[in-house]
C-alpha cells in the first residue's frame, strides 16, 4: 500500500529553527508538495519538490531524496504564526496525491 | 477577492437525510476535487473532476456524488447521511487536472450527522 508518515506533533520555540520530515512509500514518485493550514482552515500550498535538493523560499526551504523516499521541510526563525500543521503529499505515478496525517507545529514564547 | 467558495461553512444533520455542499470558484481552473479530513488521517479524495461535464471517483467515494455542469460549480450530495460522514469537507480546485501544480482550497464545511 501507499504511505506517508509525518511526525504527529511537535513543539518549538519562536526564533528557532524546527525540521518536519516526511518518508513516503508510493506507487511512482511525480513529485512532493508540502501545504500549510492554521487550525480551522484551508491548507494553502507551501512548496513542491520534483528533483533532488533543497528548495528555498524566504524562512521556508524543503528538501526532496527520492532515492531515500525522504523529504523535510525546515522553518527559520520562527514566528507564533507558524503555528499549524504541515501537511506532505506525494503524487504518484498515476498523478493521484497521497496525504500524509499532518505534522501539528506548536510555537511557545 | 477571487477564490474558492463553499457552503455551507457548517452544518448538524440527521442521519438519512439528503444534504448537497456547494462549492464554487472564479478562477476558471480545469481540475476541482472533493476532499474529506479526519482527525488522525490524510485528506481522502472523495471525487474528482478533470473538466467541466467529466467527474470521477477517489479514494472514498461511496455515499456521495458529485456533477459538472459548468467550469465553475461542483456540488457535493450525500443521498442518505450517516454518521460515518461526520468531517470536515474541503472544496479544491487546480488550473490543470492530473494533481498538476498547487491546489487551491476553500474553506471547508464541517458536517455532523447524528
Known amino acids: 500500500g501507499q504511505n506517508i508518515d509525518q511526525p504527529t506533533e511537535m513543539t518549538a520555540t519562536e526564533g528557532a529553527i524546527v525540521q518536519i520530515n516526511c518518508t513516503y512509500q508510493t506507487s511512482g514518485f511525480n513529485g512532493l508538495f508540502w501545504y500549510q493550514q492554521h487550525a480551522g482552515e484551508a491548507p494553502t500550498f507551501l512548496s513542491y519538490?520534483?528533483l533532488d535538493g533543497l528548495e528555498e523560499k524566504g524562512r521556508f526551504s524543503s528538501f526532496l531524496s527520492r532515492s531515500k523516499g525522504y523529504s523535510y521541510l525546515l522553518l527559520k526563525e520562527l514566528q507564533m504564526k507558524d503555528s499549524a500543521s504541515y501537511l506532505c503529499a506525494v503524487r504518484d505515478s498515476n498523478y493521484q496525491l497521497i496525504w500524509g496525517a499532518g505534522t501539528k507545529l506548536i510555537i511557545k514564547p | 477577492i477571487a477564490g474558492i467558495t463553499q457552503a455551507p461553512t457548517s452544518q448538524i444533520l440527521a442521519a438519512g437525510r439528503r444534504m448537497t455542499l456547494r462549492c464554487t470558484q472564479d478562477m476558471r481552473h480545469n481540475a476541482m476535487y472533493w476532499y474529506r479530513q479526519d482527525l488522525g488521517l490524510g485528506l481522502r479524495l472523495i471525487h474528482y473532476?478533470?473538466?467541466?461535464?467529466?467527474?470521477g471517483k477517489g479514494e472514498v467515494p461511496d455515499g456521495y456524488s458529485v456533477s459538472r455542469a459548468n467550469t465553475d460549480d461542483f456540488p457535493l450530495t450525500l443521498a442518505s447521511a450517516v454518521p460515518s460522514q461526520t468531517s470536515v469537507y474541503f472544496c479544491a480546485s487546480s488550473l490543470l487536472a492530473g494533481n498538476t501544480g498547487e491546489l487551491f482550497f476553500g474553506e471547508g464545511s464541517r458536517l455532523t450527522v447524528l
Open positions: 519538490n520534483v
Open positions: 473532476s478533470n473538466t467541466a461535464g467529466t467527474t
